[in-house]
């Protein structure tokens, strides 16, 4: 059975100056929320695994983990913590990129909502063995969230990636 894509638009390559700085807004949308809140999707992580899954040649575990540690020292969280967390989800994201992409948008963010919640679970294992606490199950709805805001996450990022709708009859493509 063939699939059906929604689009069947070309999209222009990426600029990397666009992808750091969705990074870079990713990071400080994660600066200005207290970690502390329950039900807030980490967006470093969800930035992280979009770029991940679309650009994993340029993102990668490496980026994931000076992420990982830049969010661990903003938190004052066990040094390692996020990195570990952060590495795992570039890793998994990257290694299933081409099957994700194969399923239209819903269905894709089936598909990153347990690489979120594997990511959130290793940071709250990381947590209990250094000695804190159960954050308690709503530290675990950050995932659902980001995973319900894939879609017009999704169609943010590719914005500036889009071709124009009308088309220059001299270049067919």
């Known amino acids: 059975m063939q699939p059906t894509f929604t689009s069947s638009r070309i999209l222009l390559p990426v600029k990397p100056w666009f992808v750091y700085t969705t990074l870079f807004l990713g990071l400080m949308l994660n600066f200005l929320v207290p970690a502390s809140w329950a039900a807030v999707p980490d967006w470093i992580a969800l930035v992280l695994c979009f770029w991940s899954v679309r650009e994993f040649r340029r993102i990668?575990?490496?980026w994931a983990f000076m992420l990982g540690l830049v969010m661990d020292v903003?938190?004052?969280a066990a040094l390692g913590q996020h990195a570990l967390a952060y590495v795992v989800l570039a890793y998994l994201a990257s290694?299933?990129?081409?099957?994700i992409l194969w399923f239209p948008l819903a269905q894709q963010a089936l598909h990153i909502l347990p690489l979120l919640l594997i990511a959130q679970i290793i940071q709250a294992l990381?947590?209990?063995?250094?000695g804190s606490g159960m954050p308690g199950w709503t530290y675990f709805a950050g995932p659902f969230i980001a995973a319900v805001l894939w879609v017009p996450f999704t169609y943010l990022l590719l914005l500036p990636q889009?071709?124009?709708a009308e088309q220059d009859p001299n270049r067919p493509i």
């Open 60 to 62: 990668g575990m490496g």
């Open 74 to 76: 903003a938190n004052s």
């Open 95 to 99: 290694t299933l990129s081409r099957r």
């Open 126 to 130: 990381i947590r209990l063995a250094a």
């Open 162 to 164: 889009y071709r124009p």
